[in-house]
Nanobody, 124 residues
Framework: QVQLVESGGGLVQAGGSLRLSCAAS????????MGWFRQAPGKEREFVAA????????YYADSVKDRFTISSDNTKNTVYLQMNSLKPEDTAVYYC?????????????????WGQGTKVTVTS
C-alpha cells in the first residue's frame, strides 16, 4: 500500500520560508517521478514542481521558479520542497504526488498516488 505523508506546512509572513517534506512508503521510491501540486481555495489543483527518479531533472511552474526548490533523498524515501520568498498567493494546500513522468508532469491526472496535503498560509 502506497502512502505519501506530507509535513511542514504552517503560517508564515510574506517573504518568509517553509520546507515541506513528503515521506513515501510502499513504493520503490527511486523508480518514481515525485512532485508537488497545490490547490488554493476555489481554484483547481495546479502543478508546482517535479523531480525525476534520479534527481537529475527538476521541473517548476513559472510562478515558483527561482523561489522554490525541489529535492529528494532516496535513502530516506523523502522529497522536499524548499519555499523561499513566499507570497500571499502561495497560500494553498500542498500535495505530494508520485508516479508522473517527464512528458505529463503538469497534468495532475497523470499522477498515480497522492498525499493528504499540508496547508500553507502566507500572510501579507
Amino acid at each position: 500500500q502506497v502512502q505519501l505523508v506530507e509535513s511542514g506546512g504552517g503560517l508564515v509572513q510574506a517573504g518568509g520560508s517553509l520546507r515541506l517534506s513528503c515521506a513515501a512508503s510502499g513504493l520503490t521510491f527511486s523508480s518514481y517521478f515525485m512532485g508537488w501540486f497545490r490547490q488554493a481555495p476555489g481554484k483547481e489543483r495546479e502543478f508546482v514542481a517535479a523531480i525525476s527518479w534520479s534527481g537529475s531533472n527538476k521541473y517548476y511552474a513559472d510562478s515558483v521558479k527561482d523561489r522554490f526548490t525541489i529535492s529528494s533523498d532516496n535513502t530516506k524515501n523523502t522529497v522536499y520542497l524548499q519555499m523561499n520568498s513566499l507570497k500571499p498567493e502561495d497560500t494553498a494546500v500542498y500535495y505530494c504526488a508520485a508516479g508522473g513522468d517527464r512528458y505529463n508532469y503538469r497534468n495532475q491526472y497523470k499522477w498515480n498516488y497522492w498525499g493528504q496535503g499540508t496547508k500553507v498560509t502566507v500572510t501579507s
